[in-house]
């Protein structure tokens, strides 16, 4: 079944300690990226991959790293998360590009940061 | 850069009546134009894209939208809403700038008995 995968789906986690998200997908896409959910404000996009060791900053970059290593994973770190990164956050891919919109994305991950 | 705005944070219709869900975006271009759908505890879906071969464009689960260029807009509407339909809903532009995907707020459908 084609998917994205991301984990931990939920977590708690304090101030200062490094967390990482992981996201995974089978479907050999070269686009991937991370966004943020916050009410009010929509998806906004964190970072984004064209392809293998190629990564940007979407809109709202602070505070966040990645890397592509693979072409299936794509990890979201939070070297020292803070409470303003307490969201809900979504990895996605495509085949075709971010501005086609047809992405795929992960069930999202629930972050809180206390 | 592109923009995007949805109209009405949250809407509720009761099962059965007609959905409108509004969606306006800023540019004069026509670019690509999608509605994405968000059930609970789950991640976004496509349920339609507009790429300039028709007007009006037919997604899933019986939704449609229409592309009107002299208003800006890209409302989706379904005829007859069904509880299953009880959901976020995204508007999202695509902009030829930055080549990203420009996603509105959200417009929260609740569907009563």
């Known amino acids: 079944e084609a998917q994205v995968t991301q984990n931990p789906r939920y977590l708690i986690t304090v101030t200062g300690k490094k967390l990482t998200v992981t996201c995974s997908q089978n479907?050999?896409?070269?686009?991937m990226s991370w966004y943020r959910q916050d009410p009010g404000l929509g998806l906004r996009q964190i970072y984004y991959s064209m392809n293998v060791e190629v990564t940007d900053k979407g809109d709202v970059p602070e505070g966040y790293k990645v890397s592509r290593k693979e072409k299936r994973n794509f990890p979201l770190i939070l070297e020292s998360p803070s409470p303003n990164q307490t969201s809900l956050y979504f990895c996605a891919s495509s085949m075709t590009g971010f501005r086609t919109g047809e992405l795929f994305f992960g069930e999202g991950s629930r972050l809180t940061v206390l | 850069a592109q923009s995007v705005t949805q109209l009405g944070s949250h809407v509720s219709v009761s099962e059965g009546a007609l959905v409108l869900l509004r969606c306006n975006y800023s540019s004069s271009v026509p670019p690509y134009l999608f509605w994405y759908v968000q059930y609970p505890n789950q991640g976004l879906q496509l349920l339609l894209k507009y790429t300039s071969a028709a007007t009006l464009v037919k997604g899933i689960n019986g939704f449609e939208a229409e592309f009107k260029k002299s208003e800006t807009s890209f409302h989706l509407t379904k005829p007859s809403a069904h509880m299953s339909d009880a959901a976020e809903y995204f508007c999202a532009v695509s902009d030829s700038d930055t080549d990203k995907l420009i996603f509105g707020t959200g417009t929260r459908l609740q569907v009563f008995p």
């Open positions: 479907m050999n896409h070269e686009y």
